[in-house]
């Protein structure tokens, strides 16, 4: 057997952005400091470092952020559609245009690697504003009756494992739709959100059509519960979907949540071995295991587990963890000192309950946040890491021997937000994707993401899809038919 490669370091230059020490909110068109004058602080996970000083908003940065949206959701949504699809394919051509920056400063304020910043978060980031630019003009075609209307201000809230394209998740069907935005970042992640305010306005988008304010989850919390706010779209966490869901009981105001979720990757015996542990690589080490819909539960077919945890053992010995501005590193930091405590915690249950813990040998950095990917055998469903999200870099494996026992086991969650198949027979497919109570199933593949394919869950994953026309739906108000039509 051959050695294996060395990889020289090759990391992406920092030089290409240019962060300013400091970051106001913006609120109509322009950036200003937080009205009782407070900032914090967001480093970068991979070294602790502080990369810059963001204000936090409070409720009367909230009132005013809303308030200017209301005023420009007048003039915004009067426009023509194919007005507005014009500023958004000026957005989606900047963004590509600034990619580069963009990824690099995506990958320092998050933790994660280079490659998956520059290769997937940005290409499908402008892809969803080329997408919702293309619906703009087309509302009437979209099967909400033939003249939908914008709600009004959207009150949108988004995490810190995809900051950039939870944006644009976001920002692109609102507006596409006629509404106006004020959206707050995720604290630990603020930055791209910030520089995305510079790119509304190098594209010219009217003052008051999107506002970008940060803070914690006391400023999330104002704005979900601001009067002036017509529709609330959150992704996070179950916890703080619930306590929304509680806010807007009772108010007129729509919601979409789209939470956990514990996903089961389903392999069947016939499966193409290498395949899958491809699969179950990117499904549940992509992005740290930072990802809503990882693949953190693994069914293998008892017959076929022995060969597929070896080949999976082998795939894992090769992951490079390190510096996320390396092109070679295929694990990079976790999010935050708080998250790395809580994969710690529930990978010790994991030992202390009884299941196997393997690791591949790894040297993690000396400063930063970092887990190396494990995975855990010999799991029951009673195992709090088969049962609990854990959002980080760790594997539960169990075993079935029928489909309807993988069907059983992939259903015993509380949550619902995606699963995948692995097997050569396309009945099989279609039969345990009409099983599985999943709001996205992966046949033979893991973690695609198209804008033209709607996204969201069951359960307590949530509800509302984003992505696709039914991404629009949260966004308008059907028309009703004539008199002449009933």
């Known amino acids: 057997m051959s050695a ?3 990889y020289a370091p090759a990391p992406e230059s920092r030089a290409v952005v240019d962060i300013a020490p400091s970051y106001g909110l913006f609120i109509d068109g322009e950036f200003r400091e937080a009205a009782d004058g407070k900032v914090f ?81 940005l290409p499908l980031v402008a892809a969803h504003f080329f997408y919702y630019a293309g619906w703009a003009d087309k509302l009437a075609h979209a099967g909400f009756g033939p003249d939908p209307r914008p709600l009004g201000v959207a009150g949108q809230v988004i995490p810190w494992n995809f900051p950039l ?20 970042p ?14 509304c306005r190098q594209a010219g988008l009217p003052k008051g059509v999107v506002n970008i304010i940060t803070g ?11 009067p002036g706010i017509d529709k609330v779209a959150f992704t996070g966490s179950t916890e703080v979907g619930k306590a929304i869901a509680r806010t807007v009981a009772g108010t007129d105001k729509k919601v979409t949540l789209e939470l956990g979720g514990k996903a089961a990757n389903i392999v069947f015996d016939d499966a193409a071995v290498d395949q899958a542990v491809e699969g179950i690589v990117g499904g549940i080490f992509f992005n740290q295991g930072h990802v809503c819909c990882a693949g953190s539960r693994l069914l293998v077919q008892e017959s076929v587990a022995e060969e597929l945890l070896d080949a999976l053992k082998r795939r894992m010995r090769t992951l490079r963890v390190g510096d996320p501005l390396d092109k070679n590193t295929d694990i990079g930091a976790i999010n935050s000192a708080e998250q790395l405590a809580r994969i710690r915690a529930l990978a010790d249950a994991g030992e202390a309950e009884g299941a196997e813990r393997w690791a591949p040998a790894c ?13 855990f055998t010999g799991v029951t469903q009673a195992h709090r890491i088969a049962r609990e999200e854990i959002f980080g870099p760790v594997l539960s494996v169990l075993t079935f021997r029928t489909p309807a026992e993988a069907v059983e086991k992939a259903n015993n969650t509380p949550y619902g937000l995606s699963a995948g198949i692995w097997t050569e027979k396309g009945s099989r497919i279609l039969w345990m994707a009409d099983q599985l109570r999943a709001g996205v199933v992966w046949a033979n593949t893991f973690n695609k993401f198209d804008p033209a394919s709607p996204f969201g869950g069951y359960k307590e994953s949530g509800f509302g899809r984003e992505g696709g026309r039914h991404g629009l739906e949260a966004y308008l108000t059907p028309s009703k038919p004539k008199a002449s039509e009933k």
């Open 4 to 6: 294996a490669f060395d």
């Open 41 to 121: 602080k967001t480093v970068s996970p991979s070294s602790e470092e502080v990369l810059s000083e963001v204000a936090q908003a409070s409720a009367e940065d909230v009132d005013t952020a809303v308030k200017a949206a209301r005023k420009a959701f007048t003039s915004w949504s009067a426009l023509p559609g194919s007005e507005r699809a014009k500023y958004l394919f000026r957005i989606a051509r900047i963004v590509q245009e600034r990619s580069r920056e963009l990824a690099v400063l995506e990958s320092l304020d998050n933790g994660k690697p280079i490659r998956e910043s520059r290769d997937a978060d």
């Open 165 to 184: 394209l939870m944006l644009a998740w976001k920002i692109a069907p609102a507006l596409a739709a006629g509404n106006t935005v004020v959206l707050k």
């Open 186 to 199: 995720a604290e630990t992640t603020p930055l791209s959100a910030l520089f995305f305010a510079d790119i």
């Open 216 to 226: 914690d989850g006391s400023t999330g919390a104002e704005l979900v519960g601001h």
């Open 363 to 375: 040297e993690l950095p000396s400063s930063g946040y970092w887990f190396a990917p494990t995975l």
